[in-house]
């Protein structure tokens, strides 16, 4: 039971997070967010699999579930688990990635209790979505035209499954730490998860960056390794993915994403300017500026509260890290927000003229 | 024929003096080493297949909610979820989470069980999770059970338990449970083709069907196949191995499942060709409601009914 308990908090609560810790109001769009994601899923792989397609996800699938059921020996005899997930995408490409390891899930969930219900989508798109595509292309960036299972291709390998499980943690304790911030009892009681972005946040990052991790990024290798000598052929003849394409968007972009990264890490800056920017007045200021409230500002003032006040993200604390942390997270978020609008508009626009 | 030896013939009774030693214990037991991670992954794999065992078992026989029509119990099972994170009084989530007790009883599964599988583990432990939150650290109010003194460890009010922080933990432990209760009941008693037929008539795409009914049939076969292999080393090993070689060894099972599953894709569709596979998924036969199973959702909307005005009347 002990080894039980240790494997429930240290990998089950984290990673297939049960129902009663999330809300619906988190659940339900976390779900209406992930049908066009497994539907555009399913529709690429339909064009570019071959008649082979369903029996090959279906193996894949199960596959990736008796993956998760793998204790990987740590230290001092103690075993975490993995998830298998960038290896499936690097092997057969992240949109195989994203069926097989949601069926693997909601197997899990239905038949064993793994995993809730409702949160089902949540952990789809944690342990589906993000771990998978992010690892995938992490380690396209980074392997970029290196031979199969050269040293820098290993290391790729190794940094994209690495990085994916932490940003799927990442996300996961995000989802955590907003419940006691948004949905809370009159008596301010939690009414999901209790756990506040400040205790969410460095409780699983520390144990993912530290142990789950690692034991991702090395059996990802591990099993690389042992494909690279025993079954080249897998590299080459995968069905889904162009592993052997050069990544042509990265490139394209990097000047683009490098003037992103620049300006997230420059918005801290806004804690040296003195004041209130213009236009930002609340209706205090506003009654110092002009002498008097205007009335259809004072009747809508006090109706939204921001989900992040003045930047503030309870991360850890007020002191100058923790403000830090809260604009370059709200930073993080906003262009995600905003890019992912200006992403859909214009693939509607083209869409509409495709039409035309 | 031969006479035998009489039994005061020396020759007879004789024996080699190594096999009348006594043997000497040597701890040679694989788990004694650094092999736990085996044990524990067989432990689970068998878990899977004891579960399959169970699952056949219970939803062979013809009982209360074995009876009623697998697409009426799948949107019964998630109303009842999604009600249960409505709610916020615990005493409303604990009818509600006494609910599938009677259903499983009227439905022939061992309520020992039922209770052992389902609230002995995950809401449990979710229970245990969302104690340190409980605290008056995380969660303010009134004292409940106090831990310690005022001043323990600069502690200004010291350490205890609150109501609402407990309330908050128990909150969470009862819809954890409610949740995997409607997911065993509705697994222990319908056929895993009769849940993806429902499924498919609530639309859910038949792509994704084909791929699930395929997924849930090769499971068992890879995890066999794993088994075998984790069975074959754990036998073998006699002392200690460094971790780094079972890592590898794990990396090497890894690989090797996922070529066996690739070349078993191949081999099934090949199989399914010679069936007369069309390459379009098959659709399953809708069948009407019956008289059951309208009294079935008639009955739950009212258990529904009843537990929504009595939260309103408990929130009041």
């Known amino acids: 039971m002990d080894d039980d308990i240790y494997r429930f908090i240290l990998e089950d609560t984290i990673l297939h997070i049960p129902d009663g810790y999330l809300s619906l109001q988190t659940t339900i769009p976390a779900f209406a967010g992930m049908i066009p994601v497994w539907g555009t899923a399913l529709g690429r792989l339909k064009k570019t699999m071959s008649s082979k397609s369903v029996p090959t996800l279906a193996l894949c699938s199960a596959f990736s579930f008796v993956i998760m059921m793998f204790n990987v020996p740590v230290i001092g005899g103690s075993s975490a688990h993995a998830v298998g997930a960038v290896f499936i995408a690097i092997l057969m490409g992240p949109s195989a990635a994203v069926i097989s390891v949601s069926t693997a899930l909601l197997i899990q969930a239905l038949v064993f209790g793994d995993g809730g219900i409702m949160s089902f989508a949540v952990n789809c798109l944690n342990m589906a979505v993000v771990m998978p595509v992010a690892g995938y292309y992490i380690y396209r960036l980074f392997s970029s035209k290196s031979k199969t299972g050269s040293p820098r291709n290993l290391a790729a390998a190794f940094a994209g499954s690495y990085i994916g499980i932490n940003l799927a943690a990442f996300c996961a304790a995000v989802a955590f730490g907003l419940q006691p911030l948004l949905f809370t009892a009159s008596d301010g009681t939690p009414l999901f998860c209790p756990y506040p972005l400040s205790v969410s946040i460095p409780t699983m990052m520390f144990e993912h960056s530290l142990i789950a991790g690692p034991v991702e990024g090395l059996l990802t290798v591990l099993a690389l390794t042992y494909l690279v000598k025993f079954a080249p052929g897998l590299f080459d003849a995968h069905r889904f993915s162009v592993v052997s394409q050069p990544v042509t968007a990265a490139p394209k972009n990097r000047a683009f994403l490098i003037l992103v990264v620049i300006l997230v890490c420059l918005t801290p800056l806004g804690l040296f300017a003195a004041g209130t920017a213009w236009g930002e007045w609340d209706t205090s200021e506003m009654k110092s500026l002009l002498g008097f409230i205007p009335q259809g500002l004072a009747s809508v003032s006090g109706k939204w509260n921001a989900l992040f006040p003045d930047y503030s993200v309870p991360v850890s604390g007020a002191d100058p890290f923790g403000a830090a942390a809260g604009y370059v997270i709200a930073a993080v978020i906003g262009i995600v927000l905003i890019g992912g609008l200006i992403f859909l508009t214009s693939r509607l626009m083209t869409r509409k003229e495709e039409e035309k | ?316």
């Open chain 2, 1 to 316: 024929m031969t006479e035998l030896p009489a039994k005061n013939d020396v020759n007879f009774l004789e024996m080699p003096a190594w096999m009348l030693e006594q043997p000497v214990r040597v701890n040679v037991s694989p788990t004694a080493g650094k092999l736990h991670f085996l044990r524990k992954t067989m432990k689970q794999i068998s878990s899977v297949f004891e579960n399959e065992f169970f699952c056949e078992k219970y939803a062979a026989q013809s009982m209360f909610w074995q009876n009623i029509d697998a697409r009426v119990k799948i949107i019964v099972s998630l109303a009842f979820i999604i009600l249960a994170s409505l709610i916020s009084n615990p005493v409303i989530l604990v009818i509600l989470a006494s609910i599938p007790l009677f259903y499983a009883k009227l439905s022939g599964i061992p309520l020992k069980m039922h209770f052992r599988r389902i609230w002995l583990y995950i809401p449990l432990i979710s229970f245990l999770l969302a104690l340190p939150a409980a605290t008056n650290l995380v969660i303010h109010g009134s004292a409940l059970i106090r831990l310690a003194a005022p001043g323990f460890a600069g502690l200004k009010e010291g350490l205890y338990f609150t109501a609402p922080g407990f309330l908050a933990a128990l909150r969470i432990m009862l819809r954890a449970g409610i949740s995997i209760s409607y997911c065993f009941l509705l697994l222990l008693t319908t056929k895993w083709s009769q849940v993806t037929g429902a499924l498919h008539s609530i639309h859910v795409p038949a792509l994704f069907i084909s791929i699930l009914n395929m997924t849930y049939r090769y499971i068992f076969v890879l995890l066999l196949m794993a088994g075998n292999r984790m069975a074959a080393r754990y036998v073998r090993t006699v002392g200690n191995l460094r971790a780094k070689d079972n890592r590898s060894f794990l990396g090497q099972t890894t690989a090797h499942l996922f070529i066996r599953s690739q070349n078993y894709a191949d081999e099934v569709f090949d199989a399914m060709c010679c069936r007369g596979y069309s390459k379009e998924p098959g659709r399953a036969r809708t069948k009407h409601l019956q008289q059951t199973d309208i009294i079935f959702i008639v009955s739950s909307v009212l258990a529904a009914g009843i537990l929504i005005i009595g939260e309103s009347v408990l929130h009041v």
